[in-house]
């Protein structure tokens, strides 16, 4: 008979609850099971524990092997617990000491010979693990998620290399942290869209408060050229967003792309994505593309094309930045603080309004094409802008370019420091009081306003981001308050505003 105790941590969206790993050998005819409410990945994992005990040259007990997975009412998936359950059967049948293991969590996949194979989910694990004052035992395949967090770590490649340090013959090196450094930026530039003055003035206020932006206009006009040069100019992420959104790729199992560390993603699906997979869904349930763009920009091109359920379900997570999914066993939280962008043209056809192009779209298709997008998620918009057909000298190879990426986001920058220092969040996020606090108003823009709301029909959210989107303008220019040109320039990027009415 024989005890062993060991702990890990079980992936439940971007959360890592602790489970204790309890194997017991008891007399009677040789079994093995599994308890806890393991799914097949892990009840699979006796047949890979046995296979890797005996390829490794030790003892498999012939006795009774119980597994428990504490706690027993929270689901277990993968097979991360391999490792764990292999260590705890040699230590409770005498074969290894794992004193030194009391206050290490412990994962990884087991291959029949031996060998350690990674597993999703180590980065939030860490993590967890650092914040509880463990240390981490994990495969070399994992290294580089362990490396980026403060945790003491070790790295091993096979269980063999994991029993020689256990024994004092080969010590396992602690794995030195190592976050890469900002690279130099690849996005592409500003300058390259020509003309488009409007749509670029209103592209650097929505980065400059984080608020989303739609662009109506002909095909051809460079919608998606300013759309994809938004990460451009936002500032680069903090250290802490900056493992928030890796983490995400660490759940889907994805290699880190350190190349990009600290910028923001930016992901753009096709308008035949499903729901599940922009907000994120499947048995797991896994993250979507909403979570993967967390921190960062989340483009929607042909904004009309896609199915309407699917835009209805972003409106919450846009609210509230985050999504949850629920399933009959359980319930996974993700992030999705995202900055929407989105692109559409005018009516089906794409040209009406267009001098250059010639409109065949009636008024019935136009509502129908404009009515795939609904009023309540029109609402969490705040800045809707028409771009035009740019005039025809800008065009010439000669003509003087635009300002570059650079220029626009030090500008950007100064806004976002000087929203971090009065708010503590950037002004698109500013919830409730906090818009009355941080945005008062005038009486001059107050009479402004009221005359907006009565003229274009606007929604008390819309009224709210209008106020917001001011405050930005405001901050743009340096300007401690909010003036009535102020709240002008947000009226007037809220193009479908004025069409409804």
């Given at each position: 008979?024989?005890?062993?105790?060991?702990?890990?941590?079980?992936?439940?969206?971007?959360?890592?609850?602790?489970?204790?790993?309890e194997v017991f050998l008891s007399g009677g005819l040789p079994s093995f099971s599994i308890v806890g409410m393991p799914e097949t990945a892990v009840r699979e994992s006796k047949d890979r524990v046995r296979g890797?005990?005996?390829?490794?040259?030790?003892?498999?007990?012939?006795?009774?092997?119980?597994?428990?997975?504490?706690?027993?009412?929270?689901?277990?998936?993968?097979?991360?617990?391999?490792?764990?359950?292999?260590?705890?059967?040699?230590?409770?049948?005498?074969?290894?000491?794992?004193?030194?293991?009391?206050?290490?969590?412990?994962?990884?996949?087991?291959?029949?010979?031996?060998?350690?194979?990674?597993?999703?989910?180590?980065?939030?694990?860490?993590?967890?693990?650092?914040?509880a004052g463990c240390s981490i035992l994990v495969p070399s395949a994992n290294k580089t998620e362990a490396a980026l967090t403060a945790v003491e770590a070790r790295v091993a490649s096979n269980l063999l290399e994991?029993?020689?340090?256990?024994?004092?013959?080969?010590?396992?090196?602690?794995?030195?942290?190592?976050?890469?450094?900002?690279?130099?930026?690849?996005?592409?530039?500003?300058?390259?869209?020509?003309?488009?003055?409007?749509?670029?003035?209103?592209?650097?206020?929505?980065?400059?408060?984080?608020?989303?932006?739609?662009?109506?206009?002909?095909?051809?006009?460079?919608?998606?050229?300013?759309?994809?040069?938004?990460?451009?100019?936002?500032?680069?992420?903090?250290?802490?967003?900056?493992?928030?959104?890796?983490?995400?790729?660490?759940?889907?199992?994805?290699?880190?792309?350190?190349?990009?560390?600290?910028?923001?993603?930016?992901?753009?699906?096709?308008?035949?994505?499903?729901?599940?997979?922009?907000?994120?869904?499947?048995?797991?349930?896994?993250?979507?593309?909403?979570?993967?763009?967390?921190?960062?920009?989340?483009?929607?091109?042909?904004?009309?094309?896609?199915?309407?359920?699917?835009?209805?379900?972003?409106?919450?997570?846009?609210?509230?930045?985050?999504?949850?999914?629920?399933?009959?066993?359980?319930?996974?939280?993700?992030?999705?603080?995202?900055?929407?962008?989105?692109?559409?043209?005018?009516?089906?056809?794409?040209?009406?309004?267009?001098?250059?192009?010639?409109?065949?779209?009636?008024?019935?298709?136009?509502?129908?094409?404009?009515?795939?997008i609904s009023g309540p998620l029109l609402d969490r918009i705040d800045l809707q802008i028409e771009v035009g057909r740019p005039p025809k000298e800008v065009l010439r190879a000669n003509a003087a370019p635009g300002?570059?990426?650079?220029?626009?986001?030090?500008?950007?920058?100064?806004?976002?420091?000087?929203?971090?220092?009065?708010?503590?969040?950037?002004?698109?996020?500013?919830?409730?009081?906090?818009?009355?606090?941080?945005?008062?108003?005038?009486?001059?823009?107050?009479?402004?306003?009221?005359?907006?709301?009565?003229?274009?029909?606007?929604?008390?959210?819309?009224?709210?981001?209008?106020?917001?989107?001011?405050?930005?303008?405001?901050?743009?220019?340096?300007?401690?308050?909010?003036?009535?040109?102020?709240?002008?320039?947000?009226?007037?990027?809220?193009?479908?505003?004025?069409?409804?009415?």
């Open positions: 008979m024989g005890l062993a105790i060991l702990k890990s941590r079980a992936q439940l969206g971007t959360d890592a609850p602790p489970v204790t790993i890797a005990i005996l390829s490794s040259q030790f003892d498999f007990p012939q006795s009774r092997i119980t597994v428990s997975l504490a706690p027993a009412d929270m689901p277990k998936t993968g097979g991360r617990f391999d490792l764990a359950i292999a260590l705890g059967i040699l230590a409770a049948g005498k074969q290894i000491p794992v004193e030194s293991l009391q206050d290490t969590e412990i994962y990884g996949e087991l291959a029949l010979s031996g060998d350690i194979r990674g597993v999703p989910g180590i980065l939030p694990a860490a993590l967890k693990a650092a914040a994991v029993t020689a340090h256990l024994h004092g013959a080969c010590q396992l090196p602690p794995l030195l942290q190592a976050r890469p450094e900002i690279a130099a930026s690849d996005e592409p530039d500003l300058c390259e869209v020509k003309g488009q003055k409007h749509a670029k003035r209103g592209l650097e206020i929505a980065a400059a408060g984080g608020h989303n932006i739609l662009f109506v206009g002909p095909p051809g006009t460079g919608k998606s050229m300013l759309a994809r040069r938004l990460a451009g100019i936002l500032p680069a992420m903090s250290e802490g967003e900056a493992l928030q959104t890796a983490a995400i790729d660490s759940v889907l199992g994805l290699p880190l792309n350190l190349e990009r560390w600290r910028k923001r993603p930016f992901r753009s699906p096709h308008h035949t994505a499903s729901a599940p997979a922009i907000v994120g869904g499947g048995p797991g349930p896994h993250p979507g593309e909403i979570s993967r763009a967390h921190n960062g920009v989340l483009f929607l091109d042909e904004l009309p094309e896609f199915n309407r359920n699917v835009l209805e379900v972003l409106r919450e997570p846009l609210e509230t930045c985050s999504i949850t999914i629920s399933r009959a066993l359980r319930q996974a939280e993700f992030p999705a603080d995202v900055q929407l962008v989105c692109a559409m043209n005018p009516c089906p056809c794409g040209y009406l309004g267009d001098k250059a192009g010639d409109c065949s779209c009636s008024a019935d298709r136009v509502t129908r094409y404009r009515g795939k300002e570059s990426s650079a220029d626009v986001a030090e500008r950007v920058l100064r806004a976002r420091q000087i929203q971090s220092q009065r708010n503590g969040v950037c002004n698109a996020r500013l919830e409730g009081k906090m818009t009355e606090r941080y945005c008062p108003l005038t009486p001059g823009c107050l009479a402004l306003l009221e005359e907006a709301v009565d003229q274009f029909n606007l929604s008390a959210r819309a009224y709210q981001r209008v106020l917001r989107v001011s405050r930005t303008i405001a901050d743009l220019q340096g300007a401690p308050d909010i003036t009535p040109p102020h709240i002008a320039e947000a009226l007037s990027l809220r193009t479908l505003d004025k069409k409804k009415s």
